[in-house]
């Protein structure tokens, strides 16, 4: 009932705004404005409380001293901006020199739950065109939609953006220019609209919508009514346009009148009043003044339009411009009309006759628009001060009254209609102002008469006044200041001052305008508040009775916010205060604040309602307000039903126990033996879980408070409800109603009843005692005997009238049972929820047994759809709790951990019919879980299933370590769940599902090579071929075809396995990454063949799902998606497996090679195609270029992969001990149609080189064509006699005088050999003179050089027996 400001918006993303606008300029303060700071730090600490000490608020958005030092820092760049908000408060500008940023309304959830507006950055660039333009002044004008089902939310944003160039041009809320129009050659000053608004009295002026622009020596206005149509014209051409592709046509100009504003040395601002008809006697004064004693006088006052100038000489200036005496300024349009049909027709003919050039075409586009004269206009009259310069003026909702602000640090109230300064305010430097309009409410007329008299307006000037740091309201003509808030000193107050253009008298009809009048931006927080003001501090009568009440409810306030206040003193003041007030909307608002207060006891809150409700009946019924006597009796009413549960809870009486027989309880122990395990388990599970922060006042055991309860409540009549709320609010009350009965601690049946006889609902009641059951799970599996007492109370409450219907048939499902169903079904406290639906199953089916004796009177035992249901959901429940045990398994230590995920029955019947698997597979990433290791675990379930003693041998070992004990339970309970769902959990599903949870894990972190590997190996586990297909085809095309032809490229490119960097920059994984995820790649590419190929020989499975879980509905499982895959074309994945192979040895052995320059045009097109499709393959015979360059890179395959062996054999693990690589280019050689005979005899050659004589001879016996192997390998064993005979560096005598008994032919032969070619060149005599040998047997008798393999065997005898 008070001047307030509130938050409605906030801003995001300022700091990026400010780094965008500001990037090019430093952000420190100039030293010029320090000096500004410290010559003006006066003290003005006590500036607030002129004329009304008491309308200061206290604590409305004050800043704290943190807040101010960061303003200093960073705010003061916002003074420096073009800054416009629009009325609607969905869009907002925020311009400087060439660059603006705009910033759009979304919605977002807060922490709270609640939805709050923000304002968010949705574009930003740059708006000038012509160079050296600044933005000089900017509006956002909403434009009104024209759907009839319009409410009054504008269709669109146009932002009119003013240069320093003269231009205006106007933008789309996306930065699509529609219109730019150059008015006038001087930089405009100030941007201004008026929007049409209903009139208030028969008599005043039906306003029409203008756009008015200032120039420093002229003034244009754009009448709204064309300017809407053309700019909705525009908008629509543009979306045309985009929408086709084509460009945009520009449109023809607006029109416009033009005024050369005279008779005042500097103009800064201005306002447009409108259109105004003179009275005759204010016709024939001006008359006679203007055209003196003999001046005619017309019939009918002519229509004039106001405008009001600010600056100097004089200091303000009035103007009128008689309506019809200046037209549109149209000539320009028809000259560019005519220019653009000449130019259109110069440049077809141009075009067919062969004239046209490009050249040409550029000078004309550059042409300066020709700029109109204006029509001059003189100042009628004005307020003549040569000292004194206007920088402002904002003129007032119904245009009667101006503010104006000057360099004085004045702000000067004008009376519009008569000229005149009615009011000035002192001591408001660089101030900025603002209007609010406030309507009288209906009913607050204390004295109306039988006819209802028309409703009464306010205005308030809003003053912000930067230099103090402070915001006032001050009532108009000569109100009090009625309001004042502390706020930043470098806030912006931003008030639009029109509303929608486009809305007339017959649209607006009905409309909901929902506009902010006066806005601050604060940009140290974001925060936009507005200001809102009752009307009836518009009121001037100091006596009046309402504020009396406002005095005696500010009286309250503080006493409710003194904490040190005796509850004794607090109950008779606030008593006095409320039976003293007498209006019965202030003391409704006084009684509401003092019920929400956290102070006050209950015994107090409780004695003052009383009092007060009895003080109402005492009075005239006719007299008393309807909706206080509610309040009182309903608020009286909740107090005393919190203060009997309260007494309850304090008795300390036990629950006594008479509803539960002897046989329920037995069932009930029974079914809790059975799930004993896992729910013991399961609390050791959750009770070790990580530790977490909590806060005494946010547990659900600290009592809770009145006002809480009293928030939570609503009383309608006899009945109370409870009202929705957060689950946390629920669980808090129902623990509060509850808590005390479960334990066992609290009288159940005492409160119950007093539950019943307040009338709360029992469903609502149940609700509670769920919510507080399934939320408080951890103490509730500590206090064993909590399930009787649940139990108890569940019995107690069905037992409620209204709880399950007399009317009910056992064939049809109970809404009461149902509730409790749906309940336990939806909550992620697994083990509370069993226990709820193990103790409601009894009861319900007790209770079904009653009805069926009092029905039928018959022995045999009732079945009904109710209790199918019940144990369809127990034993949903048991899996759910047996998966949520499996879930809470930590990971171990060293792996990223996470959050551990919850599941419930509704979960996971809505994930379909994959969501149990896929949240197996979720466990097995946590727990970084080997393939390997999963199908051991997964063995165990088979040996389960056939054995049970496949424990006991193993009990045997000696002591096993932590890791090894903690593996075995997680098999365990991995076993477990897999035995309770058979078909969910299949192997083959489990390593579907887990493969695909793998590579989406590696497709996050292309790093984890290791990722991508394992999930190829858990592809490999699976059993099925068309699954197997179907999962490889859709990583294929998901995740790896993309990177895959990325790396082929860079590859391509570069020549050779690329660089770290490049791989990075390119694929998106560093080298070593890459080389992993090709070798996955050539491993999927191989399953999906063999996939291919049994596809033909195995049936696809049949996908079921265990029986309680048939209901499952959601999206369509992995498998399914498998199965739905089309087939893939054999040919096109091996030549894809191919390619991969060739990179991949690429990036393994580091070779120079253009992988794709291996193929032929028809090869290179059909790569990183659809699998499935059918593409034109290479065939037949080769290109022999390209064959001999992919031999020549095989070739270096197998000499990089010899070299590896030989770093493996000098030092251990520094090189590749993979051997497969020879079987794989020779696999390779028949693809790429290579004679693999010379891939043979280059491995043998290249292993005796790097003196691996043993594996050299292994490989000789497959070797086809052995003479030219043996003279290879003869030269090679030259090199080696040469190096041991020639250049070791110690020649024995032995050796010279062998060497001087050689043959001649020989001698001269092993000179010319040149040992640095040898890979390995000491190799032992014995290793040279097998290999002679072997050469012996392979060299025919007949061949060239079988005599030198002779002399060469008797010198490497003779060397040996030498030594």
Same mark, same amino acid.
């Given at each position: 009932?008070?001047?307030?400001?509130?938050?409605?918006?906030?801003?995001?993303?300022?700091?990026?705004?400010?780094?965008?606008?500001?990037?090019?300029?430093?952000?420190?303060?100039?030293?010029?404005?320090?000096?500004?700071?410290?010559?003006?730090?006066?003290?003005?600490?006590?500036?607030?409380?002129?004329?009304?000490?008491?309308?200061?608020?206290?604590?409305? @958005?004050? %800043?704290?001293?943190? $807040? /101010?030092? *960061?303003?200093?820092?960073? =705010?003061?760049?916002?003074?420096?901006?073009?800054? !416009?908000?629009?009325?609607?408060?969905?869009?907002?500008?925020?311009?400087?020199?060439?660059?603006?940023?705009?910033?759009?309304?979304?919605?977002?959830?807060?922490?709270?739950?609640?939805?709050?507006?923000?304002?968010?950055?949705?574009?930003?660039?740059?708006?000038?065109?012509?160079?050296?333009?600044?933005?000089?002044?900017?509006?956002?004008?909403?434009?009104?939609?024209?759907?009839?089902?319009?409410?009054?939310?504008?269709?669109?944003?146009?932002?009119?953006?003013?240069?320093?160039?003269?231009?205006?041009?106007?933008?789309?809320?996306?930065?699509?220019?529609?219109?730019?129009?150059?008015?006038?050659?001087?930089?405009?000053?100030?941007?201004?609209?008026?929007?049409?608004?209903?009139?208030?009295?028969? @008599?005043? %002026?039906?306003?029409? $919508? /203008?756009? *008015?622009?200032?120039?420093? =020596?002229?003034?244009?206005?754009?009448?709204?009514? !064309?300017?809407?149509?053309?700019?909705?014209?525009?908008?629509?051409?543009?979306?045309?346009?985009?929408?086709?592709?084509?460009?945009?046509?520009?449109?023809?100009?607006?029109?416009?009148?033009?005024?050369?504003?005279?008779?005042?040395?500097?103009?800064?601002?201005?306002?447009?009043?409108?259109?105004?008809?003179?009275?005759?006697?204010?016709?024939?004064?001006?008359?006679?003044?203007?055209?003196?004693?003999?001046?005619?006088?017309?019939?009918?006052?002519?229509?004039?339009?106001?405008?009001?100038?600010?600056?100097?000489?004089?200091?303000?200036?009035?103007?009128?411009?008689?309506?019809?005496?200046?037209?549109?300024?149209?000539?320009?349009?028809?000259?560019?009309?005519?220019?653009?049909?000449?130019?259109?027709?110069?440049?077809?003919?141009?075009?067919?006759?062969?004239?046209?050039?490009?050249?040409?075409?550029?000078?004309?586009?550059?042409?300066?628009?020709?700029?109109?004269?204006?029509?001059?206009?003189?100042?009628?009259?004005?307020?003549?001060?040569?000292?004194?310069?206007?920088?402002?003026?904002?003129?007032?909702?119904?245009?009667?009254?101006?503010?104006?602000?000057?360099?004085?640090?004045?702000?000067?109230?004008?009376?519009?209609?008569?000229?005149?300064?009615?009011?000035?305010?002192?001591?408001?430097?660089?101030?900025?102002?603002?209007?609010?309009?406030?309507?009288?409410?209906?009913?607050?007329?204390?004295?109306?008469?039988?006819?209802?008299?028309?409703?009464?307006?306010?205005?308030?000037?809003?003053?912000?006044?930067?230099?103090?740091?402070?915001?006032?309201?001050?009532?108009?003509?000569?109100?009090?200041?009625?309001?004042?808030?502390?706020?930043?000193?470098?806030?912006?107050?931003?008030?639009?001052?029109?509303?929608?253009?486009?809305?007339?008298?017959?649209?607006?009809?009905?409309?909901?305008?929902?506009?902010?009048?006066?806005?601050?931006?604060?940009?140290?927080?974001?925060?936009?508040?507005?200001?809102?003001?009752?009307?009836?501090?518009?009121?001037?009568?100091?006596?009046?009775?309402?504020?009396?009440?406002?005095?005696?409810?500010?009286?309250?306030?503080?006493?409710?916010?003194?904490?040190?206040?005796?509850?004794?003193?607090?109950?008779?003041?606030?008593?006095?205060?409320?039976?003293?007030?007498?209006?019965?909307?202030?003391?409704?608002?006084?009684?509401?604040?003092?019920?929400?207060?956290?102070?006050?006891?209950?015994?107090?809150?409780?004695?003052?309602?009383?009092?007060?409700?009895?003080?109402?009946?005492?009075?005239?019924?006719?007299?008393?307000?309807?909706?206080?006597?509610?309040?009182?009796?309903?608020?009286?009413?909740?107090?005393?039903?919190?203060?009997?549960?309260?007494?309850?809870?304090?008795?300390?009486?036990?629950?006594?126990?008479?509803?539960?027989?002897?046989?329920?309880?037995?069932?009930?122990?029974?079914?809790?033996?059975?799930?004993?395990?896992?729910?013991?388990?399961?609390?050791?599970?959750?009770?070790?879980?990580?530790?977490?922060?909590?806060?005494?006042?946010?547990?659900?055991?600290?009592?809770?408070?009145?006002?809480?309860?009293?928030?939570?409540?609503?009383?309608?009549?006899?009945?109370?409800?409870?009202?929705?709320?957060?689950?946390?609010?629920?669980?808090?009350?129902?623990?509060?109603?509850?808590?005390?009965?479960?334990?066992?601690?609290?009288?159940?049946?005492?409160?119950?009843?007093?539950?019943?006889?307040?009338?709360?609902?029992?469903?609502?009641?149940?609700?509670?005692?769920?919510?507080?059951?399934?939320?408080?799970?951890?103490?509730?599996?500590?206090?064993?005997?909590?399930?009787?007492?649940?139990?108890?109370?569940?019995?107690?409450?069905?037992?409620?009238?209204?709880?399950?219907?007399?009317?009910?048939?056992?064939?049809?499902?109970?809404?009461?049972?149902?509730?409790?169903?749906?309940?336990?079904?939806?909550?992620?406290?697994?083990?509370?929820?069993?226990?709820?639906?193990?103790?409601?199953?009894?009861?319900?089916?007790?209770?079904?047994?009653?009805?069926?004796?009092?029905?039928?009177?018959?022995?045999?035992?009732?079945?009904?759809?109710?209790?199918?249901?019940?144990?369809?959901?127990?034993?949903?429940?048991?899996?759910?709790?047996?998966?949520?045990?499996?879930?809470?398994?930590?990971?171990?230590?060293?792996?990223?951990?996470?959050?551990?995920?919850?599941?419930?029955?509704?979960?996971?019947?809505?994930?379909?019919?994959?969501?149990?698997?896929?949240?197996?597979?979720?466990?097995?990433?946590?727990?970084?879980?080997?393939?390997?290791?999963?199908?051991?675990?997964?063995?165990?379930?088979?040996?389960?299933?056939?054995?049970?003693?496949?424990?006991?041998?193993?009990?045997?070992?000696?002591?096993?370590?932590?890791?090894?004990?903690?593996?075995?339970?997680?098999?365990?309970?991995?076993?477990?769940?897999?035995?309770?769902?058979?078909?969910?959990?299949?192997?083959?599903?489990?390593?579907?599902?887990?493969?695909?949870?793998?590579?989406?894990?590696?497709?996050?972190?292309?790093?984890?090579?290791?990722?991508?590997?394992?999930?190829?190996?858990?592809?490999?586990?699976?059993?099925?071929?068309?699954?197997?297909?179907?999962?490889?085809?859709?990583?294929?095309?998901?995740?790896?075809?993309?990177?895959?032809?990325?790396?082929?490229?860079?590859?391509?490119?570069?020549?050779?396995?690329?660089?770290?960097?490049?791989?990075?920059?390119?694929?998106?994984?560093?080298?070593?990454?890459?080389?992993?995820?090709?070798?996955?790649?050539?491993?999927?590419?191989?399953?999906?063949?063999?996939?291919?190929?049994?596809?033909?020989?195995?049936?696809?499975?049949?996908?079921?799902?265990?029986?309680?879980?048939?209901?499952?509905?959601?999206?369509?499982?992995?498998?399914?998606?498998?199965?739905?895959?089309?087939?893939?074309?054999?040919?096109?994945?091996?030549?894809?497996?191919?390619?991969?192979?060739?990179?991949?040895?690429?990036?393994?052995?580091?070779?120079?090679?253009?992988?794709?320059?291996?193929?032929?045009?028809?090869?290179?097109?059909?790569?990183?195609?659809?699998?499935?499709?059918?593409?034109?393959?290479?065939?037949?015979?080769?290109?022999?270029?390209?064959?001999?360059?992919?031999?020549?890179?095989?070739?270096?395959?197998?000499?990089?992969?010899?070299?590896?062996?030989?770093?493996?054999?000098?030092?251990?693990?520094?090189?590749?001990?993979?051997?497969?690589?020879?079987?794989?280019?020779?696999?390779?050689?028949?693809?790429?149609?290579?004679?693999?005979?010379?891939?043979?005899?280059?491995?043998?050659?290249?292993?005796?080189?790097?003196?691996?004589?043993?594996?050299?001879?292994?490989?000789?016996?497959?070797?086809?064509?052995?003479?030219?192997?043996?003279?290879?390998?003869?030269?090679?064993?030259?090199?080696?006699?040469?190096?041991?005979?020639?250049?070791?560096?110690?020649?024995?005598?032995?050796?010279?005088?062998?060497?001087?008994?050689?043959?001649?032919?020989?001698?001269?032969?092993?000179?010319?050999?040149?040992?640095?070619?040898?890979?390995?060149?000491?190799?032992?005599?014995?290793?040279?003179?097998?290999?002679?040998?072997?050469?012996?047997?392979?060299?025919?008798?007949?061949?060239?050089?079988?005599?030198?393999?002779?002399?060469?065997?008797?010198?490497?005898?003779?060397?040996?027996?030498?030594?």
């Amino acid at each position: 009932m008070s001047c307030c400001l509130f938050e409605f918006c906030r801003v995001q993303e300022l700091k990026a705004v400010r780094e965008f606008l500001f990037q090019n300029q430093q952000n420190n303060p100039s030293l010029g404005d320090k000096k500004t700071e410290n010559e003006l730090a006066w003290d003005d600490s006590d500036w607030g409380s002129w004329d009304n000490p008491e309308a200061k608020e206290d604590g409305s @958005g004050t %800043t704290t001293g943190v $807040e /101010e030092d *960061s303003a200093a820092g960073s =705010a003061p760049w916002l003074q420096d901006c073009v800054v !416009s908000l629009s009325p609607c408060s969905d869009l907002m500008v925020v311009a400087k020199d060439h660059k603006a940023v705009f910033l759009s309304a979304k919605w977002r959830t807060d922490d709270g739950g609640r939805e709050e507006m923000t304002l968010a950055v949705s574009w930003s660039g740059t708006l000038s065109t012509e160079e050296g333009e600044s933005v000089s002044s900017v509006i956002c004008i909403p434009l009104a939609s024209q759907k009839r089902s319009s409410t009054g939310r504008p269709d669109w944003t146009c932002i009119v953006v003013g240069f320093s160039s003269g231009y205006v041009r106007f933008y789309t809320e996306s930065g699509v220019l529609l219109l730019a129009q150059l008015l006038n050659e001087d930089p405009v000053l100030r941007l201004k609209c008026r929007t049409y608004e209903i009139p208030r009295h028969p @008599g005043v %002026t039906e306003q029409h $919508e /203008e756009l *008015s622009i200032l120039y420093p =020596a002229a003034l244009v206005t754009i009448d709204g009514f !064309s300017l809407f149509q053309s700019l909705r014209a525009c908008r629509n051409q543009v979306a045309r346009a985009a929408a086709a592709g084509s460009e945009v046509v520009h449109p023809p100009p607006l029109a416009y009148k033009k005024w050369g504003l005279q008779d005042m040395d500097t103009i800064v601002d201005h306002s447009s009043v409108g259109i105004m008809t003179l009275c005759v006697f204010d016709q024939m004064k001006n008359a006679s003044i203007l055209g003196g004693f003999h001046a005619s006088v017309k019939g009918s006052p002519p229509a004039m339009s106001q405008y009001i100038t600010v600056g100097g000489g004089p200091y303000t200036g009035f103007y009128y411009a008689i309506e019809g005496s200046s037209q549109p300024l149209l000539s320009h349009v028809a000259l560019a009309v005519a220019s653009k049909l000449t130019s259109a027709l110069f440049s077809a003919a141009s075009g067919w006759l062969g004239w046209k050039k490009q050249s040409e075409e550029e000078p004309t586009q550059k042409q300066k628009p020709k700029v109109e004269p204006a029509t001059p206009m003189a100042v009628r009259f004005g307020l003549p001060d040569s000292r004194r310069h206007g920088e402002f003026i904002c003129l007032s909702p119904c245009n009667t009254l101006a503010g104006v602000t000057d360099d004085f640090g004045r702000v000067t109230l004008l009376d519009v209609g008569r000229g005149i300064a009615i009011r000035m305010w002192k001591g408001y430097r660089d101030a900025q102002l603002g209007w609010v309009q406030v309507s009288e409410g209906r009913g607050e007329r204390e004295s109306s008469p039988s006819a209802p008299l028309p409703r009464r307006h306010a205005q308030f000037l809003v003053i912000y006044a930067p230099r103090r740091g402070i915001l006032e309201v001050w009532g108009t003509q000569q109100g009090p200041r009625v309001g004042a808030f502390t706020v930043g000193k470098h806030c912006r107050l931003l008030y639009a001052g029109y509303r929608l253009m486009g809305v007339n008298s017959v649209t607006s009809q009905g409309w909901l305008l929902h506009t902010q009048q006066v806005c601050l931006f604060d940009p140290v927080t974001g925060a936009l508040r507005t200001v809102t003001v009752p009307f009836h501090l518009a009121l001037s009568d100091k006596k009046s009775e309402r504020a009396k009440d406002m005095h005696l409810l500010k009286r309250l306030t503080t006493l409710l916010k003194s904490r040190e206040v005796e509850p004794d003193i607090l109950e008779s003041e606030a008593q006095s205060v409320l039976l003293d007030i007498k209006h019965p909307a202030v003391k409704k608002q006084a009684l509401e604040s003092l019920l929400a207060n956290k102070n006050a006891p209950v015994s107090c809150l409780t004695n003052i309602t009383r009092v007060l409700l009895a003080s109402l009946k005492g009075q005239d019924p006719e007299a008393v307000d309807e909706g206080l006597f509610q309040l009182c009796s309903s608020q009286l009413k909740l107090l005393q039903l919190y203060t009997d549960i309260q007494q309850l809870h304090s008795t300390g009486e036990a629950t006594t126990d008479t509803h539960t027989e002897p046989a329920e309880v037995a069932g009930i122990e029974e079914e809790l033996a059975r799930v004993s395990p896992t729910l013991q388990r399961y609390a050791e599970l959750t009770s070790g879980s990580r530790p977490s922060v909590s806060f005494a006042l946010d547990s659900p055991d600290a009592s809770l408070p009145v006002r809480s309860f009293l928030s939570q409540m609503e009383c309608e009549g006899e009945e109370i409800r409870v009202l929705p709320g957060s689950n946390a609010d629920w669980t808090q009350l129902g623990s509060f109603l509850f808590w005390g009965c479960l334990t066992g601690e609290s009288p159940l049946q005492k409160v119950c009843n007093t539950l019943q006889k307040t009338g709360i609902s029992p469903q609502q009641l149940l609700s509670l005692l769920l919510s507080v059951w399934l939320h408080r799970e951890k103490e509730v599996l500590k206090k064993t005997e909590a399930v009787r007492h649940l139990h108890t109370l569940l019995t107690a409450l069905s037992s409620m009238k209204g709880a399950v219907e007399e009317s009910w048939d056992m064939q049809c499902v109970s809404p009461w049972w149902q509730q409790v169903r749906s309940a336990c079904v939806q909550s992620h406290s697994s083990a509370a929820a069993l226990l709820a639906a193990i103790v409601a199953h009894r009861a319900a089916k007790a209770n079904i047994t009653i009805l069926a004796e009092t029905k039928f009177q018959s022995e045999w035992e009732a079945v009904s759809l109710e209790l199918e249901q019940w144990a369809v959901c127990v034993r949903q429940l048991e899996d759910v709790l047996s998966l949520q045990t499996l879930l809470c398994v930590p990971p171990p230590q060293g792996t990223p951990g996470s959050a551990t995920p919850h599941c419930s029955v509704k979960t996971l019947l809505e994930g379909g019919r994959g969501g149990i698997a896929d949240s197996v597979a979720k466990w097995v990433f946590r727990q970084d879980l080997a393939p390997e290791q999963l199908k051991d675990m997964l063995q165990r379930r088979g040996e389960a299933e056939s054995t049970e003693q496949s424990s006991q041998p193993e009990q045997g070992k000696g002591e096993k370590s932590q890791e090894d004990a903690a593996f075995n339970r997680a098999a365990e309970l991995l076993v477990s769940v897999c035995q309770r769902f058979p078909d969910s959990l299949s192997p083959d599903l489990l390593f579907a599902h887990c493969c695909w949870e793998y590579v989406v894990q590696w497709n996050k972190d292309p790093e984890e090579g290791r990722y991508l590997c394992w999930a190829v190996e858990h592809l490999k586990l699976v059993s099925s071929p068309h699954i197997q297909l179907g999962i490889s085809s859709m990583m294929w095309n998901t995740f790896i075809v993309k990177c895959f032809s990325a790396a082929a490229f860079l590859i391509e490119k570069v020549g050779k396995a690329p660089k770290d960097r490049l791989c990075r920059r390119d694929v998106g994984m560093g080298d070593c990454a890459m080389t992993s995820f090709l070798g996955s790649c050539v491993q999927l590419l191989q399953i999906l063949m063999e996939a291919d190929s049994g596809v033909e020989e195995v049936t696809p499975p049949e996908l079921c799902v265990e029986e309680v879980w048939g209901g499952a509905e959601g999206p369509a499982s992995l498998a399914e998606l498998a199965l739905e895959q089309k087939g893939v074309h054999y040919p096109l994945v091996q030549h894809h497996y191919l390619l991969a192979s060739l990179l991949h040895t690429a990036m393994t052995f580091s070779l120079r090679v253009k992988p794709l320059s291996l193929f032929d045009s028809k090869g290179k097109n059909a790569f990183f195609r659809e699998l499935s499709s059918i593409q034109l393959m290479p065939s037949g015979d080769m290109d022999p270029g390209l064959v001999s360059l992919r031999q020549e890179f095989l070739l270096r395959v197998l000499t990089g992969w010899v070299t590896t062996q030989r770093e493996a054999v000098d030092g251990p693990g520094s090189g590749s001990g993979d051997k497969t690589w020879p079987s794989l280019c020779l696999d390779l050689g028949l693809l790429l149609q290579v004679n693999p005979d010379i891939l043979r005899r280059h491995l043998v050659c290249e292993l005796y080189n790097q003196g691996l004589d043993p594996r050299a001879e292994q490989v000789m016996f497959e070797v086809e064509d052995k003479d030219v192997l043996g003279s290879q390998l003869l030269v090679l064993t030259g090199q080696r006699l040469s190096y041991s005979l020639l250049h070791t560096q110690t020649q024995t005598r032995p050796a010279m005088e062998l060497l001087a008994r050689l043959p001649p032919t020989l001698c001269t032969w092993l000179k010319a050999m040149d040992p640095s070619e040898l890979g390995c060149p000491s190799v032992p005599l014995s290793q040279t003179s097998r290999l002679v040998s072997r050469l012996i047997e392979i060299l025919p008798e007949n061949h060239g050089q079988y005599s030198l393999a002779l002399h060469l065997l008797e010198a490497v005898e003779d060397l040996q027996r030498e030594d």
